[in-house]
């Protein structure tokens, strides 16, 4: 009892360890972008100004203090929530990306469910019949997803299921204009709409978020069904499933051993999966002028401003690296080994 | 010849087992056809095509017809010249931006795999950070703040590289350093530098060469994606991510040749890019 306590205590500490580091790792990096490759100088002084107002500006943020005191300022600042202000909104960096926040999770919470739903099934069934037509089938769709560029997956999806055949609204924005967003609960108007119990809302709001979240979902979810596949044909083949077939346990059991021992990687993928989908919509964004934080940073860079979307980019990484932890512990409660792993 | 020896079959160069693994006719098929891409590309200027940067403003959004099967996109430019120049542009892009990567990364990786130590253990962490970095954002970023070229991008590119080039040398390089020829060059009275960079380094260009294709199609969907959204191959320059860009607006209209026809182009090019890895990878695990 105590041992496991002794273990899960280490495994914690060395998790969120690494975990900090990383978080370290990503804010020098941001730093380096904001600080020495940017020059937040022209950030404040606007249009019209002479050499004096560059040099008390410079003093005044700091920019002539030695290096290590800027950044341990610049850590100070992330710490406190203050990610700079934005040269286009006029807000600050973090109460805009708290606004748009809930349309990328809702995006890619969607996208996430819905590459799940078919990859891990689709991987399972692969694995069973390796020659089968449904793996040969998992396969073409796994590659096809890969090597589809999402932008233009969405535009090809825009112009068949709307402007040809009108099965959908067109790309602009999470609900129509006419409706209106919901009363914010959660922010999230596939939920909100139902709280609000519109139908008309609710369907609108749903409709809007079909396609963008089947383009994320193609081209996410492959190595999911990939990982799921090749995870669970290790397992069968491995030697207790060959024991327990060889005892003559019934086959739907066996079935449900090898399931379990898959998952453990399958979980970690779908969280890396999860993770990377924050600000792998950006680009998706765009193509369905969703309002979330990738089409934030898109804005943000048309106006050359780059504080914004390094605010976006410690809160995705740092989403990133938190849903890896997750993983790790969630990982950690099923299987006892990982606990000791480094 | 002692009795009961048999005669050892010559190795298969890498060609040979190239040509012969998973299929033949597949292999052939999709080697086949990447160089007919590049071989498109390289002879562009040469085939019989429009100019693909002279815009006209009476020929906008024209349907594909016989004179330009194609169509033409928002500038009056053909569509289809456009598509086979761009080779030229995203293929070039992609090859320098991976090559790059690998100058940098494959010694780091070589060094801190031989070393190992703190080098290794610090280089080990930088990547894992990488593994979640939000790599189309930082690129906006550091395009945003130093300057929107195409010099920035291939730099940009090539920094994501590095870490997956490091990585996979330091895997390959650490069961080497007990090898026999790496033992006897150390043995035999050479430096620890010119063990890593004479006899080390070379033994891990397999792996490296299988995983290069890939690199090139994950970079190519890169500068295609950043160039879609206005970032490092501005227009006129032929390239796919800009090409779909310009004619995305129209394609709610239902002018759909002057985007579709170059995604086409960079989603046969990643395919076949993505396929041709995997052959390589299973002969590299097939040799092992």
């Known amino acids: ?296 940073a898109v804005d943000a860079m048309n106006h050359s401003d780059y504080e914004p979307i390094m605010g976006v980019v410690l809160l995705s990484s740092g989403f990133y690296l938190l849903v890896y932890l997750a993983s790790d512990i969630f990982n950690a409660l099923f299987d006892p080994r990982v606990r000791t792993e480094l | 010849m002692l009795a009961g020896e048999q005669a050892i079959p010559e190795r298969p160069s890498l060609l040979q087992r190239m040509m012969r693994a998973n299929g033949p006719l597949r292999v052939r098929l999709n080697i086949g056809l990447l160089l007919l891409i590049v071989l498109l590309g390289l002879l562009a200027p040469l085939l019989p095509l429009h100019d693909p940067v002279r815009p006209n403003p009476l020929n906008r959004f024209k349907a594909p017809s016989l004179e330009h099967p194609f169509g033409t996109d928002g500038n009056g430019m053909d569509v289809l010249s456009r598509t086979i120049h761009a080779i030229r542009t995203d293929f070039a892009l992609a090859i320098s931006s991976v090559a790059l990567g690998i100058v940098v990364g494959a010694p780091l990786g070589a060094l801190s795999g031989y070393f190992g130590g703190r080098l290794d253990s610090v280089i080990t962490r930088i990547t894992e950070v990488f593994q979640g970095f939000p790599q189309i954002l930082f690129g906006m970023a550091v395009l945003a703040a130093a300057g929107n070229t195409m010099v920035n991008l291939v730099l940009i590119l090539a920094f994501y590289n590095v870490p997956v080039y490091s990585k996979m040398v330091r895997s390959v390089t650490l069961p080497l350093r007990e090898a026999d020829f790496v033992q006897a060059a150390r043995v035999a009275g050479n430096s620890p530098l010119s063990v890593v960079f004479r006899h080390v380094l070379p033994n891990t260009l397999v792996p490296v060469f299988s995983q290069l294709p890939l690199s090139c199609a994950y970079a190519a969907q890169m500068i295609a994606g950043l160039s879609f959204i206005g970032l490092g191959v501005a227009i006129p320059t032929p390239e796919w991510g800009s090409m779909i860009q310009l004619g995305a607006n129209q394609l709610v209209f239902g002018k759909w040749w002057a985007s579709i026809f170059p995604g086409l182009a960079l989603f046969i090019s990643v395919w076949l890019l993505n396929n041709v890895s995997d052959l390589f990878g299973s002969l590299v695990v097939r040799r092992g």
Do not use: C
């Not at chain 1, 050499?51 to 003093?59: F, V």
């Not at chain 1, 055949?165 to 939920?191: C, D, K, M, N």
């Not at chain 1, 060959?242 to 399958?266: D, I, M, W």
């Open chain 1, 1 to 296: 009892m105590l041992d496991s306590m002794r273990e899960w205590g280490f495994f914690l500490l060395r998790r969120f360890g690494f975990f900090l580091i990383a978080l370290f790792g990503v804010s020098v990096i941001t730093f380096t972008v904001t600080h020495k490759i940017g020059n937040p100088v022209y950030l404040l002084v606007g249009t019209r100004y002479n050499q004096e107002m560059l040099d008390n500006i410079r003093r005044e943020i700091g920019l002539d203090r030695p290096l290590h005191e800027q950044y341990l300022r610049y850590a100070g600042n992330l710490l406190q929530g203050n990610l700079g202000i934005s040269r286009f909104s006029y807000n600050p960096v973090l109460e805009d990306i708290g606004r748009r926040l809930p349309a990328t999770l809702e995006l890619s919470s969607w996208a996430l469910a819905m590459g799940v739903l078919w990859a891990v099934p689709a991987g399972i069934l692969a694995a069973l019949r390796p020659q089968g037509r449904m793996a040969r089938l998992a396969d073409l769709a796994a590659r096809t997803g890969v090597s589809m560029p999402g932008f233009w997956l969405g535009l090809l999806l825009i112009f068949v299921f709307f402007a040809e055949l009108h099965w959908f609204p067109a790309p602009l924005g999470r609900i129509a204009r006419s409706i209106g967003p919901p009363q914010y609960v959660t922010g999230w108007y596939s939920i909100d709409t139902l709280l609000a119990g519109d139908r008309e809302a609710f369907f609108s709001s749903v409709s809007h978020l079909i396609l963008p979240a089947l383009t994320l979902a193609i081209t996410t979810s492959p190595s999911t069904l990939q990982i799921t596949r090749k995870r669970m044909q290790e397992v069968l083949q491995s030697d207790y499933i060959r024991s327990a077939r060889a005892f003559g346990l019934p086959g739907n059991k066996v079935y449900r051993y090898a399931l379990r021992n898959t998952l453990g990687p399958v979980i970690t993928m779908i969280a890396m999966t999860y993770g990377y989908l924050l600000s792998g919509t950006v680009l998706v964004e765009v193509v369905f002028t969703w309002p979330g934080l990738g089409l934030y």
